[in-house]
């Protein structure tokens, strides 16, 4: 299926014999060689949140550049102008899943009605500097309440999941509950003033394995898309489900780990439709938690300029890398 995007890459997904799964395709990038007289190729410039002039420049007369920023994602937020962004494409910290060592992360919150509460501050910013048809997509995972246990033990079939310090189990919740985290957070967004128009299942195929015996393996995480106003930016025909239908859903796809980082990381199959969906060519894309730089090598590889954002210079330097390497390669 042709993609309207004559200066993207072909999204269309494979078509699947399960009704309303999608699978989308991984495309194939090159980045083009420039011809005598063209301009010089995008470049990804680091900032630290106090660099205001410097930022505010990049936004505004360099046409072709990209930039990641070192700092609180509320705070260097409310640094930008309003209405830069046409999309938001992002994954924040889980709640009580992962310390990532680091002072003002977010995720370990005492309550998870703080980190909802945290996130909606922070997505409130996000929402001025949305422009007025612009959208956000957001991935979020659950988590199980902790017991009363304020830390997590490992687990032989995913290591990564031991924890030394955990937040205390919600009140009015019991041992083994699912907390149902997305769906707070997104009644929380909607009640903020966003728009709340799907609810996206991404089911992953090679999911981690538990060792639970008492409940099916969790396989699947949400992924909300919100809009600022009732009309926004929507190509449907950007990404077509199987058969030519209307996208879906459900959308079958693969995790894929980045060698670099010790921390999740969402694939870009899953942030392109994203993308080609709400954005154009040339338009600014925003990710408040950049992470490895996922956001942003989709970003740049389907034409768009991006901002990222990221509390640990560790991280943002494994995306500056990531980013530079692709743009050099």
Same mark, same amino acid.
């Given at each position: 299926? *042709?993609?309207?995007?004559?200066?993207?890459?072909?999204?269309?997904p494979?078509?699947?014999?399960?009704a309303?799964?999608?699978?989308?395709?991984?495309p194939q990038?090159?980045?083009?060689?420039?011809?005598p007289?063209?301009?010089?190729?995008?470049?990804?410039?680091?900032?630290?949140?106090?660099?205001?002039?410097h930022?505010?420049?990049l936004?505004?007369d360099?046409?072709?550049?990209?930039?990641? =920023?070192?700092?609180?994602a509320?705070?260097?937020?409310?640094?930008?102008?309003?209405g830069?962004?046409q999309?938001?494409?992002?994954?924040?910290?889980y709640?009580?899943?992962?310390?990532?060592?680091?002072?003002?992360?977010?995720?370990?919150?005492?309550?998870v009605?703080?980190?909802?509460? *945290?996130?909606?501050?922070?997505?409130?910013?996000?929402?001025r500097v949305?422009?007025?048809?612009?959208t956000?997509?957001?991935n979020?995972?659950?988590?199980?309440?902790?017991?009363? &246990?304020?830390?997590?033990? @490992?687990?032989?079939k995913n290591?990564?999941?031991?924890?030394?310090?955990?937040p205390?189990?919600?009140?009015?919740?019991?041992?083994?509950?699912?907390i149902?985290?997305p769906?707070?957070?997104?009644?929380?967004l909607? +009640?903020?003033?966003?728009?709340?128009r799907?609810?996206?299942?991404?089911? +992953?195929p090679?999911?981690?394995?538990?060792s639970?015996?008492?409940?099916? @393996?969790?396989?699947?995480?949400? =992924?909300f898309?919100?809009s600022?106003?009732?009309?926004?930016c929507?190509?449907?025909?950007?990404v077509?489900?199987?058969?030519? &239908?209307?996208l879906?859903?459900?959308?079958?796809?693969?995790t894929?780990?980045?060698?670099?980082?010790h921390?999740? @990381?969402?694939?870009?199959?899953?942030?392109?439709p994203?993308?080609?969906?709400?954005?154009?060519?040339?338009?600014?894309?925003?990710?408040p938690f =950049?992470?490895s730089?996922?956001?942003?090598?989709?970003a740049?590889?389907m034409?768009?300029?991006?901002?990222? =954002?990221?509390?640990?210079?560790?991280?943002?330097?494994?995306?500056e890398?990531?980013?530079n390497?692709?743009?050099i390669?």
């Amino acid at each position: 299926m *042709h993609s309207p995007l004559a200066d993207a890459p072909n999204l269309a997904p494979r078509t699947s014999k399960r009704a309303g799964r999608v699978k989308v395709r991984a495309p194939q990038y090159s980045l083009p060689l420039l011809r005598p007289g063209e301009q010089d190729p995008p470049r990804v410039h680091r900032f630290v949140a106090e660099q205001e002039g410097h930022i505010h420049r990049l936004l505004v007369d360099e046409p072709r550049n990209s930039a990641l =920023i070192c700092g609180d994602a509320e705070n260097v937020l409310s640094r930008l102008p309003e209405g830069v962004f046409q999309t938001c494409v992002t994954s924040p910290p889980y709640w009580s899943l992962r310390d990532y060592n680091i002072s003002g992360q977010i995720g370990l919150e005492e309550s998870v009605h703080d980190y909802v509460n *945290h996130l909606t501050n922070v997505f409130a910013q996000v929402r001025r500097v949305l422009k007025d048809d612009g959208t956000l997509w957001l991935n979020i995972g659950d988590s199980y309440t902790s017991g009363g &246990r304020t830390w997590r033990a @490992t687990d032989k079939k995913n290591p990564v999941r031991a924890m030394s310090i955990r937040p205390p189990t919600p009140n009015g919740l019991k041992p083994k509950d699912l907390i149902g985290v997305p769906w707070l957070l997104a009644f929380a967004l909607q +009640k903020e003033g966003w728009y709340l128009r799907a609810d996206i299942v991404w089911n +992953k195929p090679n999911c981690q394995p538990e060792s639970v015996k008492d409940r099916p @393996t969790r396989s699947h995480e949400y =992924i909300f898309l919100f809009s600022k106003g009732e009309h926004y930016c929507y190509d449907p025909k950007a990404v077509r489900g199987p058969n030519g &239908r209307n996208l879906r859903t459900v959308w079958d796809l693969h995790t894929k780990a980045y060698p670099s980082a010790h921390f999740a @990381t969402f694939p870009t199959a899953l942030v392109e439709p994203c993308v080609a969906l709400s954005s154009r060519p040339s338009d600014f894309v925003l990710d408040p938690f =950049i992470g490895s730089g996922t956001t942003g090598v989709v970003a740049l590889k389907m034409d768009r300029r991006f901002v990222g =954002i990221e509390l640990n210079p560790e991280y943002l330097q494994i995306a500056e890398q990531r980013l530079n390497g692709d743009l050099i390669r």
